[in-house]
């Protein structure tokens, strides 16, 4: 090695060690955010906190959710940001997180924290049912769009119905959670059975449905709200649709994970989780957040939709999901020859 | 890809002589990669079986109960859940088994309880490891806790872990998992039927007939190795779907099925089928056919009595392949599958829908079966194989008939029309703004990291992978064909280390990838740290392939005499000398072909990847299935389009190598 090459990386070092000494503590942070907000959410932190850095570790729901109960001897993660309600009810009962009142939390609306004192969770956002009803292709069948849940039974949707399917996706699940929560276990079994009745398939993911809809590939896609504005901005003839009975929903959330050898830097972050200057980002993709008063009107949505959420138990939901998947895939599951 | 070599090891009778250091050296190497295999393979598999039969029950013995009488103040006698449901009856011996996700409702077992009344109630568990949940706060423990009648309610008892076949039981009463085996087994022997017949019309006018562009079809039955199996099923969509083009040619019925599992595996299983039977095909003795000839026989006898017989281990083979490529592939039947169960898709809904990790092993373990057993006929079917090919024989080159040259030309034509088609259609749809409403022009899609799924970084992170999985695979993989050829001695090993270089190719990999969290993620293991890293990725990769790379190291090993051994002992060279600077430079050409294949399979796997990858390793391959999954099918089209790129470059890459440089080492042939 020469002397300017020694020279060079003097100066490398001498440039990265002092970088090196203010980020001093590292997050590693699981999440289900989409990909594309990560990078705000990091920025936007890291900004606020120069001294803690974040690690994102981002998948799918259920992908993160497996994920953490795989590792659940061994966590690898500091903190959870952005992942559903009901999966953090899991790893609560699991035992694997650590309940913290975050500074500030008395400001957000009440559904979205965990019932517990202290809490487990704190909420960021909701995202909530809705339909993609493809007003070209409907209107070339000459359909009618529905505008209730009761509405997809009719015979005239035959075959043109998409909905998660609830043994794979969250989003399949909070529906049927949402109509067993409204109506009651039995109506809801006997709405399943006709709707069953009317659907071409089950997808493996909850904003799939509403693309698909949008790509013309079916009529009407039960999905949730994002997808929806954004398939619409990309130029997706659809229509969202809010059904008059209501719509199940659920919060994406944060929490600590137990053990983490982080735990300050930790409860710095999910204080900051909860703020007003937080919230406001959330709503960018996210038409409802937790703090009462910051969400604005997302291009394409109606601005009442948190009007339209259901009492949701998420207890009762954590609590039943098994036997409820156990009777679903009973029932429908089975059926798997295709229609001909 | 499939290379050729389905051979067992001819284990000849050689003299026995004293193990020398070199020997002992080479048994030493053997150990090392042996232990490779086991720590990759065999452990893994077995961690899942145990996994597969832990399972979970209400121990009802481990409760005990208190009520308070209406003042809440007076407490009655201590009773067991397990005493109280003999009297009541309240739950069933079945609803005992339960998975670990399982809650049991504490109020089950008080017939008369009310949640407003003033009565109290205490619970405690008998075990320190009996634990309830009080709405979703976990309890342990053997403390009495008290409780209103208001919260009672809310408490759930939570099942302990056991061992037993209860999952398997579950397995099988649960009509919609159970259905799955029958659908896989169905749409395997549809695909194999259909892929065989087309592989060995296809395969036949290229060795038997003087059709033209020989060379060029040969090319371009290649190509559906070169892209991951969820791109057909893309492209089926686009083709045949609701909006597809040609949505009038399936006469109503839906392409989301059977229908697009069968066509899309025939597309991605025909060039595995295809170069086995042309390989088959083409070590022919053109005596055989001027026998048949002077013996007069019919065309179509000669067919049946010359032809067939003779490829007859080589369309064995080839069916068993496709139905193990067909029954274990998760990608295609995931994009177009719809609502037809296929067991591979149901370890992923087990496991990443439910987080039912036990239920998820057990369909692995079920998976297993029809592979293994495949396997196994398989390598008894080729034991009985004999040599066809004498010293003596005469190459068989076809004479010209317009009529059936015409008939096999035109036939190559409809397939490679079909393949390309599909391709075709990707890369439209890849670079169309919005199908079928948008048909401009685009490059949007290619922006990836706008995209869930992993963006560019999972791109190079794939390039990466593959080079990595080509190095150290084609370095293990061939010492480890070596060793097991040309070591002397301690036979046993050798034989139980050539079953563990088998064994990869009847493990799907979706079971590898199971397995290895199962493996891998546990603390107490000592080579936990590579888990999340690319270092898992590359180890499952390589051994996911093992079994075809290590036939191929061992057909061109089997082609060097023994004798260099026995000259360069007597020379008293070490081994080391031998290998380097003969055995390696002679296999050269074998060790080329084990990368490419090694890479080209790196880029487009996902069932072994897809529970292994971290956000620092995402994969291209990875990406296609989630973009595709978020209903981002169009960018879905366009990365599976970037591997299918970097592969044919990679190949290009291959070729000139093997033209230039390599065939200077080779001009001795």
């Given at each position: 090695?020469?002397?300017?090459?020694?020279?060079?990386?003097?100066?490398?070092?001498?440039?990265?060690?002092?970088?090196?000494?203010?980020?001093?503590?590292?997050?590693?942070?699981?999440?289900?955010?989409?990909?594309?907000?990560?990078?705000?959410?990091?920025?936007?932190?890291?900004?606020?906190?120069?001294?803690?850095?974040?690690?994102?570790?981002?998948?799918?729901?259920g992908v993160?959710t497996a994920k953490l109960l795989a590792e659940k001897d061994?966590?690898?993660?500091?903190?959870?940001?952005?992942?559903?309600?009901?999966?953090?009810?899991l790893?609560?009962?699991e035992?694997?997180?650590?309940?913290?009142?975050?500074?500030?939390?008395?400001?957000?609306?009440?559904?979205?924290?965990?019932?517990?004192?202290?809490?487990?969770?704190?909420?960021?956002?909701?995202?909530?049912?809705?339909?993609?009803?493809?007003?070209?292709?409907?209107?070339?069948?000459?359909?009618?769009?529905?505008?209730?849940?009761?509405?997809?039974?009719?015979?005239?949707?035959?075959?043109?119905?998409?909905?998660?399917n609830p043994a794979s996706s969250?989003?399949?699940f909070?529906?049927?959670?949402?109509?067993?929560?409204?109506?009651?276990?039995?109506?809801?079994?006997?709405?399943?059975?006709?709707?069953?009745?009317?659907?071409?398939?089950y997808?493996h993911?909850?904003?799939?449905?509403?693309?698909?809809?949008?790509?013309?590939?079916?009529?009407?896609?039960?999905?949730?709200?994002?997808?929806?504005?954004?398939?619409?901005?990309?130029?997706?003839?659809?229509?969202?649709?809010?059904?008059?009975?209501?719509?199940?929903?659920?919060?994406?959330?944060?929490?600590?994970?137990?053990?983490?050898?982080?735990?300050?830097?930790?409860?710095?972050?999910?204080?900051?989780?909860?703020?007003?200057?937080?919230?406001?980002?959330?709503?960018?993709?996210?038409?409802?957040?937790?703090?009462?008063?910051?969400?604005?009107?997302?291009?394409?949505?109606?601005?009442?939709?948190?009007?339209?959420?259901?009492?949701?138990?998420?207890?009762?939901?954590?609590?039943?999901r098994a036997e409820i998947l156990k009777e679903w895939q009973k029932r429908y599951d089975a059926k798997s020859?295709?229609?001909? | 890809?499939?290379?050729?070599?389905?051979?067992?090891?001819?284990?000849?009778?050689?003299?026995?002589?004293?193990?020398?250091?070199?020997?002992?050296?080479?048994?030493?190497?053997?150990?090392?990669?042996?232990?490779?295999?086991?720590?990759?393979l065999g452990a893994p598999l077995f961690v899942m079986l145990s996994k597969s039969l832990s399972t979970y029950r209400f121990e009802?013995?481990?409760?005990?109960?208190?009520?308070?009488?209406?003042?809440?103040?007076?407490?009655?006698?201590?009773?067991?859940?397990?005493?109280?449901?003999?009297?009541?009856?309240?739950?069933t011996e079945a609803e005992l088994s339960s998975n670990s996700d399982g809650r049991l409702?504490?109020?089950?077992?008080?017939?008369?309880?009310?949640?407003?009344?003033?009565?109290?109630?205490?619970?405690?568990?008998?075990?320190?490891?009996?634990?309830?949940?009080?709405?979703?706060?976990?309890?342990?423990?053997?403390?009495?806790?008290?409780?209103?009648?208001?919260?009672?309610?809310?408490?759930?008892?939570r099942p302990a872990r056991a061992l037993g076949f209860t999952n398997f039981t579950t397995y099988f009463s649960t009509p919609a998992l159970a259905q799955s085996i029958y659908n896989s087994v169905l749409m395997a022997?549809?695909?194999?039927?259909?892929?065989?017949?087309?592989?060995?019309?296809?395969?036949?006018?290229?060795?038997?007939?003087?059709?033209?562009?020989?060379?060029?079809?040969?090319?371009?039955?290649?190509?559906?190795?070169?892209?991951?199996?969820?791109?057909?099923?893309?492209?089926?969509?686009?083709?045949?779907?609701?909006?597809?083009?040609?949505?009038?040619?399936?006469?109503?019925?839906?392409?989301?099925?059977?229908?697009?599992?069968?066509?899309?595996?025939?597309?991605?299983?025909?060039?595995?089928?295809?170069?086995?039977?042309?390989?088959?095909?083409?070590?022919?003795?053109?005596?055989?056919?001027?026998?048949?000839?002077?013996?007069?026989?019919?065309?179509?006898?000669?067919?049946?009595?010359?032809?067939?017989?003779?490829?007859?281990?080589?369309?064995?083979?080839?069916?068993?392949?496709?139905f193990t490529l067909v029954i274990t592939d998760f990608g295609?039947p995931k994009?177009?599958g719809?609502q037809y169960g296929m067991l591979a898709v149901d370890i992923y809904k087990q496991v990443i829908g439910q987080q039912n990790f036990e239920m998820g092993a057990v369909v692995s373990v079920i998976l297993l079966v029809p592979a293994v057993l495949a396997f196994v006929?398989?390598?008894?079917?080729?034991?009985?194989?004999?040599?066809?090919?004498?010293?003596?024989?005469?190459?068989?080159?076809?004479?010209?008939?317009?009529?059936?040259?015409?008939?096999?030309?035109?036939?190559?034509?409809?397939?490679?029309?079909?393949?390309?088609?599909?391709?075709?259609?990707?890369?439209?749809?890849?670079?169309?703004?919005?199908?079928?409403?948008?048909?401009?022009?685009?490059?949007?899609?290619?922006?990836?990291?706008?995209?869930?799924?992993?963006?560019?970084?999972?791109?190079?992170?794939?390039?990466?992978?593959?080079?990595?999985?080509?190095?150290?695979?084609?370095?293990?993989?061939?010492?480890?064909?070596?060793?097991?050829?040309?070591?002397?001695?301690?036979?046993?090993?050798?034989?139980?280390?050539?079953?563990?270089?088998?064994m990869p190719m009847a493990v799907p990999g979706m079971v590898l990838g199971l397995a290895y969290i199962f493996f891998f993620n546990n603390?107490?293991n000592?080579?936990?740290?590579?888990?999340?890293?690319?270092?898992?990725?590359?180890?499952s990769?390589?051994t996911h392939?093992?079994?075809?790379?290590?036939?191929?190291?061992?057909?061109?090993?089997?082609?060097?005499?023994?004798?260099?051994?026995?000259?360069?002992?007597?020379?008293?060279?070490?081994?080391?000398?031998?290998?380097?600077?003969?055995?390696?430079?002679?296999?050269?050409?074998?060790?080329?072909?084990?990368?490419?294949?090694?890479?080209?399979?790196?880029?487009?796997?996902v069932s072994a990847v897809v529970f292994l990858?971290?956000?620092?390793?995402?994969?291209?391959?990875?990406?296609?299935?989630?973009?595709?999954?978020?209903?981002?099918?169009?960018?879905?089209?366009?990365?599976?389009?970037?591997?299918?790129?970097?592969?044919?470059?990679?190949?290009?890459?291959?070729?000139?190598?093997?033209?230039?440089?390599?065939?200077?080492?080779?001009?001795?042939?």
């Amino acid at each position: 090695m020469n002397r300017r090459m020694l020279f060079v990386l003097a100066g490398a070092v001498s440039a990265v060690l002092p970088a090196i000494a203010a980020a001093e503590t590292q997050l590693t942070v699981y999440t289900a955010v989409e990909a594309v907000d990560l990078d705000r959410y990091k920025a936007t932190f890291e900004k606020a906190h120069p001294d803690i850095k974040i690690n994102w570790v981002r998948d799918s729901t259920g992908v993160m959710t497996a994920k953490l109960l795989a590792e659940k001897d061994n966590p690898q993660a500091d903190v959870v940001w952005g992942l559903a309600a009901t999966s953090l009810l899991l790893l609560k009962t699991e035992g694997m997180l650590e309940p913290y009142q975050p500074k500030g939390v008395e400001a957000l609306d009440p559904k979205f924290v965990d019932k517990d004192t202290p809490p487990s969770w704190v909420g960021m956002d909701a995202y909530v049912a809705a339909l993609c009803y493809n007003t070209v292709e409907g209107e070339k069948l000459g359909l009618t769009p529905p505008t209730s849940w009761k509405d997809l039974t009719k015979p005239e949707y035959r075959g043109h119905v998409v909905m998660p399917n609830p043994a794979s996706s969250g989003t399949g699940f909070l529906d049927v959670s949402g109509w067993m929560q409204m109506w009651g276990e039995e109506k809801a079994w006997d709405f399943m059975d006709k709707l069953h009745q009317n659907i071409s398939a089950y997808t493996h993911s909850g904003s799939k449905p509403c693309k698909m809809a949008g790509a013309g590939e079916a009529v009407i896609g039960v999905s949730f709200e994002f997808p929806g504005a954004k398939a619409k901005s990309a130029g997706a003839p659809i229509d969202i649709i809010f059904p008059a009975e209501g719509s199940g929903w659920e919060a994406e959330a944060t929490a600590i994970i137990a053990g983490t050898a982080n735990l300050e830097a930790a409860k710095t972050l999910v204080d900051w989780s909860v703020t007003k200057e937080a919230n406001e980002m959330y709503n960018a993709g996210y038409a409802v957040v937790a703090y009462p008063g910051v969400a604005k009107q997302v291009e394409h949505l109606p601005d009442d939709i948190a009007s339209r959420m259901i009492v949701n138990d998420f207890e009762w939901a954590a609590n039943n999901r098994a036997e409820i998947l156990k009777e679903w895939q009973k029932r429908y599951d089975a059926k798997s020859e295709p229609k001909s | 890809m499939v290379l050729e070599a389905p051979h067992l090891p001819l284990i000849g009778k050689r003299l026995r002589q004293q193990a020398s250091r070199d020997d002992r050296i080479k048994l030493g190497f053997m150990a090392v990669i042996g232990l490779y295999l086991v720590v990759a393979l065999g452990a893994p598999l077995f961690v899942m079986l145990s996994k597969s039969l832990s399972t979970y029950r209400f121990e009802l013995s481990a409760f005990e109960f208190q009520v308070s009488d209406e003042t809440g103040a007076n407490w009655g006698p201590v009773v067991r859940a397990a005493d109280l449901n003999r009297e009541l009856g309240a739950v069933t011996e079945a609803e005992l088994s339960s998975n670990s996700d399982g809650r049991l409702a504490a109020t089950k077992f008080f017939l008369d309880f009310k949640f407003r009344s003033p009565v109290h109630y205490r619970i405690r568990g008998t075990t320190d490891d009996a634990a309830f949940l009080v709405g979703s706060t976990l309890e342990k423990g053997t403390e009495w806790r008290e409780y209103d009648s208001g919260t009672f309610r809310r408490v759930v008892l939570r099942p302990a872990r056991a061992l037993g076949f209860t999952n398997f039981t579950t397995y099988f009463s649960t009509p919609a998992l159970a259905q799955s085996i029958y659908n896989s087994v169905l749409m395997a022997v549809i695909s194999t039927v259909f892929t065989i017949s087309i592989a060995f019309a296809l395969a036949y006018g290229l060795t038997r007939s003087c059709m033209p562009l020989k060379g060029l079809f040969r090319g371009i039955l290649t190509i559906p190795i070169l892209v991951p199996s969820l791109l057909p099923g893309i492209a089926l969509v686009y083709l045949f779907g609701n909006q597809g083009i040609f949505r009038d040619w399936l006469l109503g019925y839906s392409i989301y099925g059977p229908i697009g599992i069968v066509i899309g595996s025939i597309f991605f299983t025909l060039p595995h089928a295809f170069l086995i039977i042309l390989t088959a095909l083409s070590i022919a003795d053109a005596r055989h056919y001027e026998a048949a000839a002077s013996l007069k026989a019919s065309k179509w006898r000669t067919f049946t009595t010359v032809t067939v017989p003779g490829a007859r281990f080589g369309i064995v083979s080839a069916a068993f392949v496709v139905f193990t490529l067909v029954i274990t592939d998760f990608g295609l039947p995931k994009v177009i599958g719809g609502q037809y169960g296929m067991l591979a898709v149901d370890i992923y809904k087990q496991v990443i829908g439910q987080q039912n990790f036990e239920m998820g092993a057990v369909v692995s373990v079920i998976l297993l079966v029809p592979a293994v057993l495949a396997f196994v006929v398989d390598r008894h079917m080729q034991k009985r194989q004999v040599a066809l090919l004498s010293a003596r024989a005469v190459p068989y080159t076809p004479k010209r008939n317009a009529r059936a040259d015409g008939l096999c030309f035109a036939f190559a034509c409809l397939v490679s029309l079909f393949i390309l088609g599909m391709i075709a259609m990707c890369q439209i749809a890849a670079v169309v703004k919005f199908w079928p409403y948008d048909l401009t022009l685009t490059s949007k899609n290619f922006a990836f990291d706008l995209m869930d799924g992993g963006g560019w970084a999972a791109y190079s992170n794939s390039i990466r992978l593959a080079l990595l999985t080509a190095l150290f695979g084609s370095v293990v993989v061939f010492a480890g064909a070596y060793m097991v050829e040309k070591a002397d001695g301690f036979r046993l090993g050798r034989g139980v280390f050539h079953f563990l270089a088998m064994m990869p190719m009847a493990v799907p990999g979706m079971v590898l990838g199971l397995a290895y969290i199962f493996f891998f993620n546990n603390p107490a293991n000592p080579l936990h740290p590579i888990y999340g890293t690319m270092a898992i990725l590359v180890v499952s990769t390589v051994t996911h392939f093992y079994t075809v790379a290590h036939l191929t190291a061992l057909t061109a090993l089997k082609q060097m005499d023994p004798e260099f051994e026995s000259v360069a002992a007597s020379l008293k060279q070490p081994f080391h000398r031998l290998f380097f600077r003969v055995t390696v430079p002679v296999c050269l050409p074998a060790i080329l072909n084990i990368a490419i294949y090694l890479f080209v399979n790196a880029m487009t796997t996902v069932s072994a990847v897809v529970f292994l990858y971290s956000t620092d390793t995402k994969l291209a391959s990875v990406a296609v299935l989630n973009m595709d999954d978020a209903g981002d099918i169009a960018p879905a089209a366009a990365m599976g389009m970037m591997i299918f790129y970097t592969n044919v470059a990679a190949k290009l890459v291959h070729a000139l190598i093997a033209r230039g440089p390599l065939a200077r080492t080779q001009a001795w042939r």
